[in-house]
């Protein structure tokens, strides 16, 4: 398992959710993927992005799936997986836009 230096735990994404709505707060899962971007390495953001990738709440895999896009600019596989593997799942499919991963 990758050491987690920004996010600590599963508390850490509970924010992700309006607790009155139950709904997925989009531009805050946003916000923070962009905010871990600019504060670790590619590597440490690949790493961690492919880790919470299979993690099985929607909105962990959005957020990785954002931080996906932003460093696909840096690693050509992980467009290729962006294309051939979360284009797949039309419920992860504008994730990948969000993080310009096309």
Not at 52 to 64: D, G, L, S
Not at 89 to 95: E, I, R, T, V
């Amino acid at each position: 398992m990758v050491k987690i230096k920004y996010m600590v735990d599963e508390q850490y994404f509970e924010q992700f959710i309006n607790k009155e709505t139950g709904k997925e707060r989009y531009v805050l899962i946003q916000k923070e993927a962009e905010k871990y971007y600019q504060n670790n390495s590619a590597e440490e953001c690949l790493n961690i992005a492919m880790e919470y990738y299979n993690n099985e709440h929607y909105y962990i895999q959005m957020w990785a799936v954002y931080v996906m896009g932003l460093v696909s600019n840096k690693y050509k596989t992980v467009l290729n997986f962006l294309k051939n593997t979360v284009s797949k799942k039309p419920f992860l499919a504008s994730a990948r836009i969000f993080g310009n991963g096309f």
